[in-house]
């Protein structure tokens, strides 16, 4: 038995809004497609997330078509679960689309009964377990569900609902916390608390367990089986990096990030098959502005024209950033800075105390507001309309001389009027008005 495992296709994303970047998360899965073809497999799994969104565009639609007729030509089946960008909550998605159009099959939980060549139904409550079925040298089962939230979940365990026999193929599209937990440093940084699932929540006794929704490749043994996340088939986001390269102050020290591909399954054993696709190299970097311009131009050549880029640029004190565009010279640069002034140490020689940025009131004020149970509204209000009484000019008094004359074109700021009587909320008093 051969079988292809991919997930995280994503088609019609536009990344960074770029709509050469749906085109490109066409291609890889065209070429995924042609590949697994190739290699003359039993059938292709699909974990998840084959559309960016639950309502996919027409030409989005059209390209899955001609994509997924490629295997159909073959004769090689498609079995596919819904992933949370592409499930929905109607009883017709786009899945059910391409199933009627004989281009896959999809397996989970469902309302109708499906048999045919390639499903076969079991009633499950009110709902029914549709199952992929191939014949081979052994005839394999293919169990499934689309992604389901946490609280779903812990409502309904995946023991109870599946109980392979024989040969037999789990697909899920879900995140497991304690894979996610050793991944940490390597998956996207969007995606580290993406997790619905234990380990100990995964049902036994399957001899493979085709995962998506970690747009990282990894495997993992789990019971009698191996359990695989093929990753996404183009990068995500620049914490899911080809490259990265950090400064230590004296040079760039580089790291090498993710491959980006699917999986091959032969007798169970997986192996994978890496797709070139754009590369995303992350750049950080904290240096003054004539170190940061001759450093980068010396790693420029490391740097292929097509990249996307993040420059990390931080340092003490603003300076000028537009030239790095021209340094780099790569198809797409996102530039984040962070320009902060470096504090002396507490309690050194001219260390900064908060005395020096806040007045008394306004100290006892955040004081008593930074108390666990915050209950002193009206005492805060009292500091501040007491301190307004005391810093407000006497009758007879005359402002300072600095202050007598106002400078041509400068608007002059109005104060609200200090409300009548004691207020009794905090409300009243920024309305400016008396309690009702």
């Not at 365990?157 to 940490?184: C, N, T, V």
């Not at 993992?220 to 620049?238: A, E, K, M, N």
């Amino acid at each position: 038995m051969k079988f292809a495992h991919m997930a995280d296709v994503h088609l019609g994303f536009e990344q960074y809004r770029l709509p050469y970047r749906a085109e490109e998360f066409a291609q890889a899965f065209r070429e995924a497609m042609e590949r697994a073809v190739g290699e003359k497999v039993d059938f292709i799994l699909i974990a998840g997330d084959l559309f960016h969104s639950s309502r996919p565009s027409p030409e989005t639609i059209k390209t899955a078509i001609e994509i997924l007729e490629i295997p159909k030509r073959e004769g090689i089946p498609v079995f596919a679960i819904e992933g949370n960008h592409d499930r929905t909550q109607r009883r017709i998605s786009a899945y059910h689309l391409l199933e009627g159009l004989g281009l896959l099959h999809l397996v989970g939980l469902r309302e109708e009964k499906v048999e045919n060549e390639y499903l076969t139904s079991e009633r499950l409550g009110g709902k029914y377990l549709v199952k992929g079925v191939v014949e081979g040298g052994k005839t394999v089962e293919i169990h499934g569900l689309k992604y389901m939230s946490a609280a779903w979940l812990e409502r309904n365990r995946l023991s109870e609902i599946f109980r392979p026999e024989g040969d037999a193929i789990l697909m899920l599209h879900q995140g497991i916390k304690e894979l996610i937990e050793k991944m940490m440093g390597i998956i996207p940084e969007s995606q580290r608390d993406y997790f619905e699932l234990r380990m100990e929540d995964l049902p036994r006794g399957y001899l493979y367990y085709a995962l998506g929704h970690i747009h990282r490749e990894f495997v993992t043994s789990y019971d009698i089986g191996t359990l695989v996340y093929p990753g996404s088939l183009q990068r995500w986001d620049f914490g899911d990096y080809e490259m990265r390269y950090r400064w230590n102050g004296r040079s760039f020290i580089p790291e090498a990030g993710t491959r980006k591909g699917f999986y091959i399954v032969e007798d169970w054993r997986p192996r994978f098959i890496e797709l070139k696709v754009r590369p995303f190299i992350d750049i950080k970097l904290r240096a003054d502005e004539e170190t940061a311009k001759r450093e980068l131009k010396r790693l420029r050549s490391k740097i292929p024209r097509e990249a996307f880029v993040r420059l990390d640029l931080r340092w003490e004190k603003p300076y000028e950033v537009s030239h790095f565009q021209e340094i780099l010279d790569v198809k797409y640069l996102y530039l984040r800075t962070r320009f902060e002034r470096k504090l002396k140490s507490p309690g050194g020689e001219g260390a900064l105390k908060p005395s020096d940025y806040f007045t008394p009131i306004e100290l006892r004020a955040i004081e008593l507001a930074g108390e666990k149970k915050f209950e002193a509204v009206e005492e805060v209000v009292e500091l501040f309309l007491s301190g307004w009484e005391e810093e407000k000019p006497k009758k007879d008094e005359e402002p300072a001389s600095s202050e007598k004359e106002e400078k041509p074109g400068k608007v002059r700021e109005t104060k609200k009027a200090k409300p009548k009587g004691k207020p009794t909320n905090l409300l009243a008093w920024i309305g400016g008005g008396d309690e009702d």
